[in-house]
């Protein structure tokens, strides 16, 4: 049984700030909730017991017409109780939607969504990545969302709640991680064949070790090395470079319709979906549409076995 | 009334005092009408407000202030403000039992009706060339879908009321025709109402 | 069951004299709409809001005396009707500041 | 060449009906088939009748959807059913249930009880009730042919742009959602009007206001919601329409268009058209539950003036379905208390459903037992329905299996059990036998934990992260366990709902008539025979008090006081222009549908001109003499 794993990303283990803001709501309002339910239960099973037509009695019941005292009473709680949740409910939610200060100088990423991969590109840092969103731990990291087509909705359940990329305008949210650690995202927003698998990660990470991913990012190692990745690089240049591009190498042109691959072999996920392995990543690129439907990579079973094996060992040395 | 002067009625020339409101039937049509007029308030305030959402996105075509021409709105909200006029005179008539009242006054309302709709499809020719068009940009779709859904009210309101007129020229006035001749000039008040709008909301605060 | 019984009150209120003066008030208040905004005589601030105030009064208008729409005895009509314009109302503004 | 040949059908048809060149003796023999008499119908318990068959069907076909879908769901990275193929079935799975399942359903028992809780002969527009059935079926055949010419719809039953748009949304599917919910949308649109009109206009001597039974309450403010919900939805399919057939530019951003107009449109009539379904059903459970206590309604005022309140808040409320759209703290703010008041009237109707029951005599009837079961199963949806209210809360639940699991609590424990409670309920009324109890019972209790088994445990789907939506999801996820739990409930709700099917079966084979009266009723429907005759009431009743027919009971009276001497009644007769009418419609949207604007020109000028030919037509209906009158009651009482 392949069901006894527990869950993964629950949105009652937040891991930041913006997690349990939402975390909070959640719990006072299914506190009342649960009263409220409590309450209806017991005078429900009460009736039900009490008041059952017993065989032979045929009496006719006192024909109530109301009670002002009651009616007022189930009136006016209730609305205490939705008094006590909107207090928590209205700080949050300005709270949750605050701004980038301006004087400081936050970490901000642009998000943009396609169909259906995620990019990620650090304006002030120079740095675009794709699939893997890499954020400091103890830092609210400011994000602006938008979206390449069609509408899509940004969902970390372990660090914040959702918030829509539409296309043509920009979305703001902020999201922190208060450990570091590997979380993962999903689109929520129904945006077309491939929607189930748009999946991304968001790696948390200490303060130096973010640093050190960023000094990494912005002088990539790039150039192949050994024949084989040479090689690799030659199909790759034939083939894949029209739409993806690879930062720090002397390629003519930088596709930008898929996923940056710079840096690719410390992705932890191929497609933001499969273990990153030799195996996968052919399987990937052979048969793209069996392994994410609607996907826009085109398959590239033809190129032979050596081609492939080039390329496999070229993109694996992309760190 | 009972049910031997209804029908005494339906065939007599001389109908009860407010005909449309004589019969069940007849109640039944005018209150529908207005339940009708209340949903088409609120689909009309949806295409209203794409309108304004949209306005701006007028893209490389004529913005709002180029393009509208006051003198021409202007003749058209006199000619939709004459005919609510002429359709309200013919249900006078019709109360009064001056059948030809009524016939002569909602025939001008037909010919104004039509007379609009002429200006308008001039306008319309004159917007195309002028390089604002129902594909060419956000507001193009917007300003037509508005224009143009009121337009076809007019039409249907046109045909509606010519139908009702042949009806009464072939088979003369009866009771059954009261509360048709009402509603429709119900119907013909209800679009000229939108038009007041447009012209407020489209016309005149494009070119505020 | 408000409209239960045919209303038999005189004629006399329904003459083709008041109709006419409510037009001419339609027409006035339709000039004074486009003499706002094509003249230099209401600054400019205040001209949307009074051309769409005109606006409503001639809707009004056309309500209350074209249409016969009468408050006491028609009033689930006329609920009807204000609630429609009341949603109408929502929906522009919606769209027009929520978009 | 397809265009060509249509057009030649069609004028071929239409020559044929203008210039009466058709078999003279053929139309006689179809015109004395039961069958013609059925389509022709004007009577209001027919329509209903069919309404309930057509909603059946839909259901069925609904269902067959669900378990579709949940069968991908059964375990982790499932290739059953992937990619475009499932979202479309669980867009013509939302679709299906909300517009023709639901929907339908509450106008099969609006059309066959409200006349007869009124005193009224009929509705007030026959003919355009006869129009309403006639659109719904249309609909929902144009929208379902798209399994069979083409792709389905595959935009989720909200059809959000740009994934509805010509670019992303490639073929015709979209389209078929479009024209389809548009034809069946202006008939729901002309029944809303007829119930206002009728509820207004042709109540019975003494019924006043505050004297007419809950259903008829909340099929009136129901009527109202549809009157002002359904135009937006109108408006915004016609935009999409203009969209995807004729390159306007609403939605595209490139072009200036917005994507978010529609989102607004579309949730302005969505949020009411969650009331509009569920009032109706409050209704039915008030009924239920007042004569199965054998109790007055606790507080009839205030859940009246609670159905009210509901449905004009239902209005204001929309963009909660919105809070991640990016309108901001304020709008959010704002949407959200708006939305929290509703709970307030909700509250109070369903503590009145208790206290109704206390101190009753509680009859465990099948439809008692769906009104007893709809009671805590409500209150979950509706608790739920608060947390989503919360902004913070939403970001986490909006779009999760949490959502599903929320709607569906609201839907299937409010609407269904409510519209098979009301089946269980007037049956006898409709038919002249009951559905037998024993099944009934098993069908209750099988659909009732099947229901719980399947959603309850979605909630925690959603709050484990797991988007809704999606056609799989991974092994290490975790929730292989719960999925398989939730899909295992969806087969027992199937298996309830052949039950239903059997039952209707069953009884009818063994059907023993009953009287006017067979769960000692409280209200007008109680006083006449069963099956209610076709001209429902021989002499209008006078009402005297709340629950008019139990005041009559409880002072030792039979039946009703007369409020009319007995005389002949006028009745409309039967007309085939509705059909014809909606004929043109539907042609109109297959035209569209395959692009041909020239097909569908024609079938709307068709449409139109039938319009006119009814204009002209001089029908004034029929009498039934007393004596026939009398016969007929004589004839049921025997």
Known sequence: MTGCEEPDRTVFSPKGEAGEGSLDVIMLSIYIMTFVVAVVLAIFIYVLIRYRQKPGDNSIPKQVEGSMKLEMLWTVIPIILLAILAVPTLTHTFSLAEEAPKDEDPLRVKVTAHQYWWEFEYPDLGIKTAQQLHIPTDEKVYLELTSDDVIHAFWVPELAGKQDLNPGSTNKMWIDADEPGTYEGRCAELCGAGHALMNFQVVAQEKEDFDKWVEKRKNPSSEPKTAEQKAGKEVFTQNCMSCHAIDGTQMKTKGEKAPNLTGFAERNKIAGLLENNDENLEKWMKHPEQVKPGTYMPSFDFLSDEDMDNLKAYLQSLE | MSTAELEQAKTSAKLPPHPERATMEGRNKILGLWLFIG?????????????????????????TQELYQIPM???????????????????????????????????????????????????????????????????????????????????????WISGLLVQVWRRGMSLDMAPKFFSASLYWHFIDVIWVFIFTVVYLMGKV | MEQAKPQQESQATESDAKHLASFAVMIVLTAIAFAAVTMDIVPPAMVVPLIIGLAAIQVMMQFFTFMHLDFKKHRITVTFIFTGLLFGVICVVALKYLV | MATLVTIIVFILFLSAILTGGYNKELMDRFRSHWLWDWITTVDHKKIGIMYGIGGGFFFILGGIEALLIRTQLFYPNNDFIVGRAFNELLTMHGTTMIFFVAMPLLFALMNMIVPLQIGARDVAF???????????????????????????????????VPIA???????????????????????????????????????????????????TWTSFISSALILFGFPPLTAGLFLIMFERLFGANFFDVAAGGNPIIWEHLFWIFGHPEVYIVVLPAFGIMSEVISTFSKKRLFGYTSMVFATILIGFLGFMVWAHHMFTVGMGPVANSIFAIATMTIAVPTGIKVFNWLFTMWGGKIRFTTAMLYAVGFIPTFVMGGVTGVMLSTPPGDYQYHD???????????????????????????????????????????????????????FLIQHFIGLFGMPRRVFTYQPEDGLTLIN?????????????????????????????????????????????????????????????????????????????????????????????????????????????????????????????LMMFVRSFEKDHGYHVETDEVEKVEKGVKA
Not at chain 4, 181 to 189: A, K, N, P, R, Y
Not at chain 4, 419 to 441: M, Q, S, T, V
């Open chain 4, 126 to 160: 026959p003919f355009l009730n006869a129009m309403g059935l006639w659109f719904f079926i249309a609909g929902g055949i144009l929208m379902n042919l798209s399994w069979l010419f083409g792709n389905a719809p595959d935009a989720g039953w909200t059809n959000y």
């Open chain 4, 165 to 215: 748009a010509n670019e992303y949304s490639a073929g015709t599917g979209i389209d078929y959602y479009v024209l389809g919910l548009q034809i069946s949308g202006f008939g729901t649109l002309m029944s809303g009007i007829n119930f206002l009109a009728t509820i207004i206009n042709m109540r019975t001597e003494g019924m006043s206001f505050l004297r007419m039974p809950l259903f």
């Open chain 4, 400 to 454: 999760s299996y949490f959502v599903v699991a929320h709607f569906h609590y609201v839907l299937i424990g409010g609407t269904v059990f409510g519209i098979l409670a009301g089946f269980y309920y007037w049956w006898p009324k409709i038919f002249g036998y009951k559905l037998n109890e024993k099944l009934g019972k098993w069908n209750f209790w099988l659909f009732f934990i099947g229901f719980h088994l399947t």
């Open chain 4, 484 to 608: 398989q739990i939730s899909t295992v409930g969806a087969y027992m709700m199937a298996v309830a709902t052949i039950l239903f099917v059997v039952n209707v079966i069953y009884s009818y084979r063994h059907r023993v008539p009953v009287g006017n009266d067979p769960w000692d009723g409280r209200t007008l429907e109680w006083s006449i025979p069963s099956p209610a005759p076709f001209y429902n009431f021989a002499q209008l009743p006078k009402v005297r008090a709340l629950d008019a027919f139990w005041h009559e009971k409880m002072k030792g009276n039979k039946e009703m006081e007369p409020a009319e001497p007995l005389g002949p009644i006028h009745m409309p007769s039967n007309n085939h222009l509705p059909i014809v009418i909606v004929l043109g419609f539907f042609i109109s949207g297959l035209g569209f549908v395959f692009r041909s604007n020239e097909v569908g020109a024609l079938g709307l000028i068709f449409a139109f």
């Open chain 2, 39 to 63: 949903a088409e308030t609120v689909m009309f305030a949806c295409f209203f407000g794409t309108y304004l959402a949209l306005k701006g996105s007028n893209l490389d075509g004529p913005t």
């Open chain 2, 73 to 159: 709105v202007a003749i058209s909200t006199l000619i939709l403000l004459v005919s609510s006029l002429t359709s309200v005179l013919g249900v006078l008539g019709m109360h009064q039992n001056n059948y030809k009242k009524m016939m002569l006054w909602f025939g001008v309302t037909v010919l104004l009706g039509f007379s609009f709709l002429g200006l308008e499809i001039y306008e319309f020719v004159e917007y195309v060339h002028a390089g604002h068009t129902f594909a060419g940009s956000a507001f193009g779709s917007a300003f037509y879908t508005l224009l143009g859904t009121h337009g076809a009210h007019v039409l249907f309101g046109v045909l």
